[in-house]
């Protein structure tokens, strides 16, 4: 009988333990690679759905940089248009850009930093 109950205790534990991670994690940004951008004009684009909804999204294409400085050429939608000239973060893994946030200069790597100054000139 009290072996039973530290055995539930102990699987309510792990239960509790995985729903917080999975409430805390974006599992979109598990296993990527991080560019920095900065936001220039997306394009707005007008689409349908299946079921014949009409919505819009904008679409970025941008060079992006990693920590190292390397560049990288990004195509990513978003569902609202992004304000110009805020810097981003995007998590992005062989298929493309999974995610994004948006971050301040101080938090971007300093020669992703240095490569995005130089772009914007």
């Known amino acids: 009988m009290k072996k039973t109950m530290i055995f539930?205790?102990?699987l309510i534990a792990i239960l509790i333990g995985f729903v917080v991670f999975i409430q805390n994690v974006n599992i979109n940004r598990l296993g990527t690679d991080s560019?920095?951008?900065?936001?220039?004009d997306g394009t707005r684009v007008e689409d349908k759905?299946?079921?014949?909804?009409?919505?819009?999204y904008y679409e970025y294409n941008l060079e992006g940089f990693d920590k190292d400085g390397s560049a990288k050429t990004l195509t990513f939608r978003a569902n609202k248009e992004l304000r110009k000239q805020a810097y981003l973060r995007l998590y992005v893994k062989e298929k493309g850009v999974s995610s994004y946030q948006e971050v301040q200069a101080t938090e971007i790597p300093e020669k992703a930093k240095m490569k995005l100054e130089t772009l914007g000139k």
């Not at 759905?49 to 819009?56: H, V």
């Open 49 to 56: 759905a299946d079921n014949g909804e009409k919505y819009i």
């Open 35 to 40: 560019y920095y951008v900065q936001i220039q």
């Open 8 to 10: 539930g205790g102990i």
